[in-house]
């Protein structure tokens, strides 16, 4: 997906009263390195100029007869074999399949499939894996936790471990080394302390911890909703890339948050290893090349739609350097009444947004990695490359249909984010810490959705119900 040369191409029909197909478009950049070898400018471009999932490298000059373009990919129905696999093979499979799912995981999918007594399709395990990573669902978070003090900390006080007799908070079991251990993170810090605050009296809270982003109301007639969300991982290799997605989605929520919000403001925090950091270990990017490239991504893409970076932090730690903090969110915000909606039976379903390329492919499973120095090079395709301009478009369809009072497409936007992101997963779910009232089933026909693809095609979902993700066990955290 080319967004740059998107605009143009339709830019360029327009003038010329054609049909945007009859026009070609591609974009790129030339660069005249001197000093480096010769031999070492292929590798140059390809770390540090280009990215090879989306880009071509030429090393000698290039004028085609004529521009490539995508074609169809032909569907090929996949089967996985996982039955009878011992947890050797599991892990592997997991690995190789880049599908990230712990043992346990691999095993509740194993048993599943061989009480259907047939193997998953591709697009299957794919859902699977995507709606348990850490992206959609939020293991870790949501796990139970045994929190044990560290030698370090002796003499700081830690919540929970240090809480007086007789005020001990829900959830929180203590034991006689010391630890504590915490039935549900998310629920019982972040989430319990909103709703004790609720419970206490406090009448401004409109919608907490059920839709796309937090609502509270301003005054009488206006809400503001807020979202925010790291992209860690995608930002460690293509921080450009990774920051400006990760704003986009933030985007994304606020406009799919009740029935639509207005995205007016952008934020965002930076954690990363001090600029001057003299060794950068291999398979890392500099930390000063990810401060200056995650700053570019979240304000350009703000800024081809018109939403300004109000304000931001930057923090310097050399424990980031392997894995930056990038810290992205959106304010919106929404008539008072615009809060609440739902999903009906006979509702139609409304896919908006560019077409499926190459790009973010397993973005989401990518999330529950372990990054090691070889990350960059086998994980580049899980970027996704975010289309502004498209994004900005889509926002103005839907905030004019919520003008003229349409409440069908409205509701479509309250069953499923305006832009599914097929890349990463998100055509397969929700954030699963955000759960509608209530869940309706929903069918999506896209038959020229993978038109740019030069790859496989999607499988297709078999009879039977999901497996449920096994719970998780406690974790030791020091």
């Given at each position: 997906m080319?967004p740059?040369?998107?605009s143009?191409?339709?830019?360029?029909?327009?003038?010329?009263g054609v049909e945007?197909d009859?026009?070609?478009v591609?974009?790129?950049?030339r660069?005249?390195l001197?000093?480096?070898?010769?031999?070492?400018a292929?590798?140059i471009?390809?770390?540090l100029l280009?990215?090879?999932?989306v880009?071509?490298?030429?090393?000698?000059?290039?004028?085609?007869d004529?521009?490539?373009?995508?074609h169809a990919?032909?569907?090929?129905?996949?089967h996985?074999?996982?039955?009878?696999l011992?947890d050797?093979?599991?892990?592997?499979?997991?690995r190789?399949?880049?599908?990230?799912l712990?043992l346990d995981?691999?095993r509740t999918?194993?048993?599943?499939?061989?009480s259907?007594?047939?193997?998953?399709?591709?697009i299957e395990l794919?859902?699977?894996?995507?709606?348990?990573?850490?992206?959609?669902v939020?293991k870790?978070l949501?796990?139970?936790?045994?929190y044990?003090r560290?030698d370090s900390?002796a003499?700081l006080p830690?919540?929970?471990?240090?809480t007086p007799?007789?005020?001990e908070?829900?959830?929180?079991?203590?034991?006689?080394?010391?630890?504590v251990t915490?039935?549900?993170l998310?629920k019982?810090?972040?989430?319990?302390a909103?709703?004790?605050?609720?419970?206490?009296?406090?009448?401004?809270?409109?919608?907490?911890?059920?839709?796309?982003a937090g609502i509270?109301?301003?005054?009488?007639?206006?809400?503001?909703c807020?979202?925010?969300?790291?992209?860690?991982?995608p930002?460690?290799?293509?921080?450009?890339?990774?920051?400006?997605?990760?704003?986009?989605g933030c985007?994304r929520?606020?406009?799919?948050?009740?029935?639509a919000?207005?995205?007016?403001?952008?934020?965002?925090?930076f954690?990363v290893?001090?600029?001057?950091?003299a060794h950068v270990?291999a398979g890392?990017?500099?930390?000063?090349?990810i401060?200056?490239?995650v700053?570019?991504?979240?304000r350009?893409y703000?800024?081809?739609m018109?939403?300004?970076?109000l304000n931001?932090a930057?923090?310097?730690d050399?424990r980031?350097?392997g894995?930056?903090?990038?810290?992205?969110g959106c304010?919106?915000?929404m008539p008072?009444d615009?809060?609440?909606g739902d999903?009906?039976?006979g509702?139609?379903i409304?896919?908006?947004?560019?077409?499926?390329?190459?790009?973010?492919i397993h973005?989401?499973?990518?999330s529950?990695a372990?990054?090691?120095?070889?990350?960059a090079d086998?994980?580049?395709?899980?970027?996704?490359i975010?289309?502004?301009?498209e994004?900005k478009?889509t926002?103005?369809?839907?905030?004019?249909a919520?003008?003229?009072?349409r409440?069908?497409?409205?509701?479509?936007h309250?069953l499923?984010?305006r832009r599914?992101?097929?890349?990463r997963?998100?055509?397969?779910?929700r954030?699963r810490?955000?759960?509608?009232?209530?869940r309706r089933p929903?069918?999506?026909?896209?038959?020229d959705l993978?038109?740019?693809?030069d790859?496989r095609?999607p499988?297709?979902?078999?009879?039977?119900?999901?497996?449920?993700?096994?719970r998780?066990?406690?974790?030791?955290?020091r």
């Amino acid at each position: 997906m080319d967004p740059t040369a998107q605009s143009v191409r339709t830019a360029a029909a327009e003038l010329l009263g054609v049909e945007p197909d009859a026009v070609r478009v591609s974009t790129g950049w030339r660069y005249d390195l001197t000093g480096p070898d010769a031999a070492k400018a292929p590798e140059i471009a390809t770390r540090l100029l280009a990215n090879p999932v989306v880009n071509a490298i030429h090393d000698a000059p290039f004028h085609p007869d004529a521009l490539p373009v995508g074609h169809a990919s032909e569907f090929r129905l996949t089967h996985i074999t996982i039955r009878g696999l011992d947890d050797a093979a599991l892990t592997t499979l997991s690995r190789d399949a880049h599908l990230f799912l712990s043992l346990d995981e691999m095993r509740t999918i194993r048993d599943h499939y061989e009480s259907l007594g047939r193997e998953p399709t591709d697009i299957e395990l794919e859902t699977l894996a995507q709606t348990w990573s850490e992206h959609c669902v939020h293991k870790t978070l949501k796990s139970t936790i045994r929190y044990r003090r560290d030698d370090s900390a002796a003499g700081l006080p830690v919540p929970g471990l240090d809480t007086p007799e007789g005020l001990e908070r829900p959830g929180h079991t203590f034991h006689d080394d010391g630890s504590v251990t915490i039935d549900n993170l998310l629920k019982r810090t972040v989430a319990a302390a909103t709703f004790e605050l609720i419970d206490d009296g406090l009448d401004w809270t409109l919608s907490v911890f059920k839709d796309n982003a937090g609502i509270i109301a301003f005054d009488e007639s206006t809400a503001v909703c807020v979202k925010v969300e790291t992209h860690n991982h995608p930002s460690a290799i293509e921080p450009y890339g990774g920051a400006a997605t990760g704003i986009g989605g933030c985007i994304r929520d606020i406009i799919g948050t009740g029935l639509a919000a207005k995205p007016v403001a952008s934020t965002d925090v930076f954690c990363v290893a001090h600029p001057d950091t003299a060794h950068v270990p291999a398979g890392c990017l500099p930390p000063k090349r990810i401060l200056t490239e995650v700053v570019a991504g979240v304000r350009d893409y703000g800024n081809r739609m018109g939403i300004p970076t109000l304000n931001g932090a930057v923090y310097f730690d050399d424990r980031y350097i392997g894995n930056p903090l990038v810290f992205c969110g959106c304010v919106g915000v929404m008539p008072i009444d615009r809060v609440e909606g739902d999903a009906r039976p006979g509702d139609l379903i409304v896919a908006l947004g560019g077409r499926t390329g190459r790009d973010g492919i397993h973005g989401a499973t990518f999330s529950s990695a372990e990054l090691t120095d070889t990350h960059a090079d086998e994980f580049s395709h899980a970027v996704q490359i975010g289309n502004a301009i498209e994004e900005k478009r889509t926002l103005d369809a839907i905030l004019r249909a919520r003008r003229r009072g349409r409440p069908a497409l409205l509701r479509h936007h309250r069953l499923r984010r305006r832009r599914l992101q097929l890349g990463r997963g998100r055509d397969g779910c929700r954030d699963r810490g955000q759960r509608p009232a209530r869940r309706r089933p929903a069918q999506v026909r896209r038959p020229d959705l993978h038109r740019d693809l030069d790859q496989r095609g999607p499988g297709t979902h078999g009879p039977g119900r999901r497996p449920r993700p096994p719970r998780r066990t406690p974790a030791d955290l020091r």
